[in-house]
């Protein structure tokens, strides 16, 4: 018989407690970027204030999909075991955080604009500028990896098509490393206070890495010398991080995520006037 008493966000947390102890293993051989997306997805639809029944079923419908089809690929990558009895979950302190106001509902809700962010820019972009910032970045990552780097290799990718991600593949790590200690959190493994600060530092690594993704985009497509004027203000917004680090009280005094959004707004602006 059905728990009536249970809620959303219960099976969201019983449902990543079994993505996790598959991934422990799972992740050592590549991890399913997609499906945390989806995860991601229906948290955002079960954390609005005003969530819709729909929108909830139907992104848990996508997830559950998803989802069986990576257990099917996965099957060899046995979960491991734990004491279920000793890990009775607790939605309160978690479900209090979420609360608009809470620092954990701001750090996810600047989590979430950014993502917002970043897809707004990524729409601006043809396939030409997508296509420039992929190779570019495949060809940095060459550089580290490669002592001489074969012509051949660059001319077959360049006639790949890539694909246009909409959510940073960094922020969605951060996602899901947020998603780890309120998992943590609800199933009392150890303190639910230190788990809970620790997924709101991920929120807010998530949110810098989408900002941070549109502005290094920018400045590929400029090829490395965007106009003055971005300069200039990257230089102010990069010096109030740099004076603000480990002071998480002075990110707030200064706004620096409100600055990142405005500063990625000009860079959006730009591109349309292009």
């Known amino acids: ?24 293993i799972a992740c050592f051989y590549g991890r399913d970027y997609n499906l945390i997306k989806h995860f991601y997805n229906l948290f955002l639809d079960i954390s609005q204030e005003a969530n819709n029944e729909v929108k909830i079923i139907n992104s848990r419908e996508k997830l559950e999909n998803i989802f069986n089809q990576y257990k099917e690929h996965n099957k060899s990558c046995l979960p491991f075991e734990v004491d279920v009895s ?23 809700l600047l989590l979430v604009n950014s993502i917002k962010q970043y897809e707004t820019w990524r729409s601006k972009l043809s396939a030409e500028a997508i296509r420039v910032i992929y190779l570019k970045n495949l060809q940095d990552g060459q550089k580290y990896y490669l002592k001489e ?18 959510i940073l593949r960094q922020t969605l790590i951060e996602f899901h ?3 780890s200690h309120l998992n943590a959190a609800y199933k009392h493994i150890g303190d639910a206070q230190t788990n809970t600060s620790r997924a709101i530092a991920h929120f807010k690594r998530g949110a810098l890495d989408s900002y941070k993704a549109i502005i290094r985009d920018f400045c590929l497509l400029s090829g490395n010398n965007p106009l003055p004027q971005i300069t200039k203000q990257l230089q102010k917004l990069r010096k109030h991080e740099y004076q603000s680090m480990g002071n ?8 620096l995520y409100k600055e990142y959004k405005q500063f990625t707004d000009l860079i959006i602006e730009s591109i349309q006037r292009q």
Request: aromatic share 10%; net charge negative.
């Open 1 to 24: 018989m059905a728990n009536i008493n249970r809620s959303p966000l219960d099976d969201f947390f019983d449902k990543y407690e079994e993505f996790l102890r598959i991934d422990a």
């Open 86 to 108: 000793r890990l009775q979950g607790n939605l309160v302190p978690i479900r209090n955080a979420l609360r608009k106001g809470y620092a954990l509902s701001n750090a996810f």
């Open 149 to 166: 780097i074969p012509q051949e290799i660059n001319e077959l990718l360049a006639k790949c098509s890539p694909g246009n991600n909409f």
């Open 177 to 179: 490393n947020a998603m």
């Open 248 to 255: 998480d009280r002075e990110r707030d005094k200064i706004e």
